[in-house]
């Protein structure tokens, strides 16, 4: 089999660590019961991973244990957080503010809301990606219920500064929520600290299985209401039926609790390759940084190259590495990402964008390879044919090189 391409695409998933795959193995097999079950010790068994496994995750976010609900992922979280509460509280109001750059799991719920007559603001970004906090606090209204703004971009790693727009919606009185699926434990996440009302998680992306995630729901200080989204056997405080899948739920919390023991070391493991692969790439001219240049995670790294075809520059690095583009594929059309746009770049620019998502598995042999052939490919198309590439308007273009 040839070589596979080397894997930089850690924002869309991860592999599964052996360590979490060995914890999760037991659950399947020997230890397979419901967790549901009480008159029998397979029940106990399950019951008792799930207890543990709740408990590591409310550490992991300085919450309770019966304030996480598990989910299949943050797209179920995100849709329970913002329907759930809009669904319990449209008496008290109707206006929901977020942010353009949000991920699509939290923009649809939301655009679902105002075709039932909810009122939406969609705060813009400044050029580096973060929101102005004095836009936040001129969007407030006596009717506003929710904000939800994501802990860290999945396009641009930027990193919302969450304590200060905790603290504006506790003034406000106004129930927060973050969508931290890029960031559990990967930087520090406090619901306290931050005044967390809600808060979406996923396993998947930091080295867990795919299909679970949870929604840190606070009991206390306010108490959240929330209306369920699935309704059955009346699991999770009834906030989510469905039996419980034991052995994602083991390495779910395996994972948070791995990445969080290995957080100090791994964080500046990243950003020393990430600022390698900055720094080899940025002698290149017109190459732009996309997002914020220090307040984003550690293992993420997204340019603009100008002077170059966005579907020719991604089909160039195709064979030596799997990296994300500009352009979010969508089931009917492919269309320039809406994060680069809301920073302000051309439809041109957001197509030829690249999203490296640096991870636990990348070595810095792995990090100086994939810079060599980036540029070398970015050389390559811009002598190819400067000026038709320059004067490109918009793929798809005909890919004119094939890297050797
Ligand atoms: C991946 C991701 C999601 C979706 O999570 P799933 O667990 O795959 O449903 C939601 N929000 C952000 C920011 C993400 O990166």
Redesign the pocket.
Known sequence: MPQRPIYLDC???TPVDERVLEAMLPYFTERFGNAASMGHVYGWEAEAAVKQSREMLAIAVHASPEEIIFT???????NLAIKGVAEANFQRGRHIITVVT??N??LDPCRYLQSLGFDVTFLPVQGDGLINLADLERAFRPDTILVSV?A???EIGVLQPLSAIGAMCREHQVLFHT????AIAKVPLDVEAMNIDLM?L????VYGP??I?ALFVRRRNPRVHLTPQLHGGGHERGLRSGTLYTPQIVGFAKAVELAIAEMPSETRRLLHLRDRLWQTLSQLEDIELNGHPTQRLPGNLNISVSGVDGQALHLGLQPVMAVSSGAACTSAKVAPSHVLQALGRSEELAYASIRFGIGRFNTAAEIDQAAKWTIATIQALRQANPEAVKNSVSPPYPVQFEPT
Not at 72 to 78: C, I, K, L, P, Q
Not at 179 to 182: H, L, M, T, V
Not at 202 to 205: E, G, L, Q, R, V
């Open positions: 924002h869309a998933t299949s992922g943050a797209t179920e979280a995100n949000e991920h799991a939290v994501m860290a971009n999945n969508d931290a699926a890029q979406s996923t396993a998947h992306k795919k299909g995630g």
